[in-house]
């Protein structure tokens, strides 16, 4: 018997994986937890996820903060953006509200359409 056959006789036996019902008992490896118990957050402590967010733009129903794009409806934090205004983005979550401001500098481009 050659050294082939004897690595085609290996790979022929039939290997035996998970079954379907282990399959499905398995945990989402991709899944991240969250350790809730480490969270201590104070009752008017603000997000720390949000500190230091500034508005750079707003394009329709999208806005730019800290150079990501985000839509209405999207999270930053616990925030959620609930409204997008001319010059400003409301923020809310369970406990506050807060108003991002576009800040007018010498860099902002105001396009007008006649």
Known sequence: MSAYDRQFDAIAKTRVGLSD????LLKNPFEIEKDLSKVDL???EIDPGLVGKSLNAIVTDRVKINDDWYNLGD????YKIVEI???SVV????KHSLEL???QGSQNVIIEIN
């Open 85 to 87: 205004k001319d010059k």
């Open 21 to 24: 019902k282990e399959i499905l």
């Open 101 to 103: 401001n576009l800040k």
């Open 91 to 94: 923020l809310e979550n369970e």
């Open 42 to 44: 104070e009752e008017d």
């Open 75 to 78: 999270y930053i934090g616990s």
